[in-house]
């Protein structure tokens, strides 16, 4: 069974430029969620998709977004890039209905902003 | 408001001593608690549920619902052992993770 994958790897960008991430799950699962993990922050809580609908949203400013299609993709897009934006972006799929709570995670998306 | 607490961001021990990884929570209800680890160049990955009461690789985690506390323990430490450790809660679908506590097994 393929693992989550995510891209782009590694990209940068600079402040002002907007930034779309794509995750794809693992075959069957239906939920897919990002998080953003920094040294400092540890993993703070993005968002959670779960069959095309946004069913959870953490705390970050409105540039953050993200959309899952019909296949359970899923993409984030960061508009109006900060400094601070820069971290590594993870995303994790799970069956996220009548489950055990175990996440299967990417290798993530390194964005760095200059 | 959930919470999860990692008090410590590093931890030394040495091998075959034992090892014990805090965790604090806060929640209102009944919680769902696990510990995550990323070993070097892997992905992060599930260690163990308190559902489950299972140990897996020697660690044990039992949940203290008196002192809000969910430790990672492991009796006799290992170099594999070397690795980042998250503690998590689940609450509606959504997980709430500690800020991490990286673990050093000095040979």
């Known amino acids: 069974k393929a693992g989550v994958t995510q891209t782009p790897r590694y990209l940068i960008k600079t402040r002002g430029q907007q930034v779309t991430l794509s995750c794809s799950p693992i075959?069957?699962?239906?939920?897919v969620s990002w998080y953003q993990q920094t040294p400092g922050q540890g993993l703070q809580f993005l968002f959670e998709?779960?069959?095309?609908?946004?069913?959870n949203k953490g705390n970050f400013p409105g540039r953050f977004s993200g959309r899952q299609f019909s296949n359970s993709r899923s993409e984030m897009n960061v508009s109006t890039l900060e400094l601070g934006d820069s971290a590594l972006y993870l995303c994790?799929?799970?069956?996220?209905?009548?489950?055990?709570?175990?996440?299967?995670f990417g290798e993530g998306s390194r964005l760095t902003v200059l | 408001a959930q919470r999860v607490t990692q008090p410590e961001k590093l931890l030394s021990v040495f091998k075959g001593a034992p090892v014990e990884l805090k965790c604090n929570y806060s929640?209102?209800?009944?919680?769902?608690l696990f510990w995550y680890v990323q070993y070097s160049r892997q992905r992060l990955q599930l260690l163990l549920r308190?559902?489950s009461r299972e140990s897996i690789k020697g660690f044990t985690a039992d949940l203290n619902k008196g002192e809000t506390s969910f430790h990672l323990k492991k009796p006799f430490a290992q170099e594999e052992d070397s690795a980042m450790y998250y503690c998590?809660?689940?609450?509606?679908?959504?997980?709430?993770f500690g800020t991490g506590t990286s673990l050093t097994v000095i040979p």
């Open positions: 308190h559902i």
């Open positions: 994790a799929s799970s069956l996220g209905q009548g489950w055990s709570g175990e996440l299967f």
């Open positions: 075959s069957g699962h239906r939920s």
């Open positions: 998590a809660l689940m609450s509606s679908n959504q997980f709430y």
């Open positions: 929640y209102s209800g009944s919680p769902e």
């Open positions: 998709y779960f069959s095309e609908t946004q069913r």
